[in-house]
């Protein structure tokens, strides 16, 4: 599985849109991009993930650049309750979710 | 429905013991995958089960061994535990056909 870089930390406004960036270089033709989200002492959670397209759900949008190395996840309008460690995977649809590469993520602080 | 459970909670152990992490998958999901998440860093994948057998394996000693039941449910076996052991273990359930695996609360095991 590819790896990817992201920022260590970043501080977002509350009630307004958090960007988070990603790095994925080499990712292969054949993998996605995942976005999970571990809030302190639970366990990860998906949020969103996409191999090319735009996608939007109701919790973010993921935004991939056309060449495909890089990528942000966008929380609309962030609450003190996205304060998270936010990882950035890139692997095949079809290895089955188990065997999952993640980072050290980048820790988003949402302040008042 | 409940999601994926873990237990125990917490565990204490010294040097050289051994430990048994037990896992429940959510309701209708076949496939269990354990990770090992150090303070401050992103969860590392360990291995992952399917049909009682361990279909992957991430870079952990054999040390490191497991067990799916014909229930789905999993445990994590670790013996000759050493310090750096220590950590929160992570289990994460799946359908072997779809695409998205949901984590547990995990583990969090100390070795003195």
């Known amino acids: 599985d590819a790896k990817t870089t992201q920022p260590p930390s970043m501080d977002c406004a509350e009630g307004r849109a958090a960007n988070l960036p990603c790095n994925h270089s080499?990712?292969?033709?054949?993998?996605?991009v995942y976005w999970y989200r571990q809030i302190h002492s639970q366990g990860p959670q998906y949020i969103i993930h996409?191999?090319?397209n735009n996608e939007t759900n109701e919790m973010a949008s993921l935004i991939i650049t056309e060449d495909r190395k890089s990528s942000t996840l966008i929380l609309p309008h962030a609450t003190l309750r996205d304060t998270a460690v936010y990882y950035c995977?890139?692997?095949?649809?079809?290895?089955?979710?188990?065997?999952?590469?993640f980072g050290d993520g980048t820790t988003l602080t949402v302040k008042p | 429905d409940a999601g994926v459970t873990q237990s125990p909670t917490h565990l204490i152990k010294t040097r050289g013991q051994q430990v048994t992490l037990r896992c429940s998958p959510k309701?209708?999901?076949?496939?269990v995958s354990w990770y090992q998440q150090a303070l401050g860093q992103g969860p590392q994948f360990i291995f992952q089960?399917?049909?009682?057998?361990?279909?992957q394996r991430g870079n952990f000693p054999d040390r490191f061994s497991g067990h799916q039941f014909p229930n789905y449910s999993s445990e994590l076996n670790v013996n000759a535990l050493l310090l750096g052991d220590s950590a929160l273990y992570l289990c994460?359930?799946?359908?072997?056909?779809?695409?998205?695996?949901?984590f547990g609360p995990g583990t969090r095991l100390t070795v003195l």
């Open positions: 994460a359930s799946s359908l072997i056909t779809v695409d998205e695996q949901f």
């Open positions: 309701s209708g999901h076949d496939t």
């Open positions: 996409g191999l090319k």
């Open positions: 080499t990712i292969s033709g054949n993998e996605y």
């Open positions: 089960y399917y049909e009682e057998e361990e279909r």
């Open positions: 995977i890139v692997r095949p649809l079809n290895t089955n979710a188990g065997k999952s590469t």
